[in-house]
């Protein structure tokens, strides 16, 4: 599986060294410098398209495109030091048809959400 993503890689992008690993859990690990997104979009999707891979973490960079990365680290030490970051009994992840209505019918109940 893994050899056969690589000689994809080498077929279709020859310009590009991307570094490719599948660790034991079936997860593709994806490293290098591409020209433009479209190209990083398409990479990734091809490996997670191989149905022996089970998860793909793409971290192909853009050349020229540099993304601004938020720092946490203040409000994380803050955390830290009153010996939590943050406590809830119910985190909900996404605000859709599921998430909300899962955050309306818990809203009735005593829980911190």
């Known amino acids: 599986m893994e050899q056969e993503l690589r000689d994809w890689l080498a077929r279709t992008y020859p310009q590009y060294q991307i570094a490719l690993t599948v660790d034991q859990d079936r997860v593709a690990w994806l490293s ?10 398409d990479i990734g999707l091809k490996a997670g398209e191989v149905s022996e891979i089970h998860s793909v973490v793409n971290d192909i960079t853009v050349a020229g495109l540099e993304i601004p990365r938020k720092d946490y680290q203040g409000w994380s030490a803050q ?25 309306r019918q818990l809203s009735r109940l005593q829980l911190d959400i």
């Not at 290098?32 to 990083?40: K, N």
Request: glycine share 18%.
């Open 32 to 41: 290098g410098q591409a020209d433009c997104w479209d190209d990083v979009v």
């Open 79 to 103: 955390g830290r030091a009153r010996g939590q970051l943050d406590t809830a009994d119910v985190v909900i992840i996404g605000a859709g048809i599921c998430g909300c209505s899962i955050a």
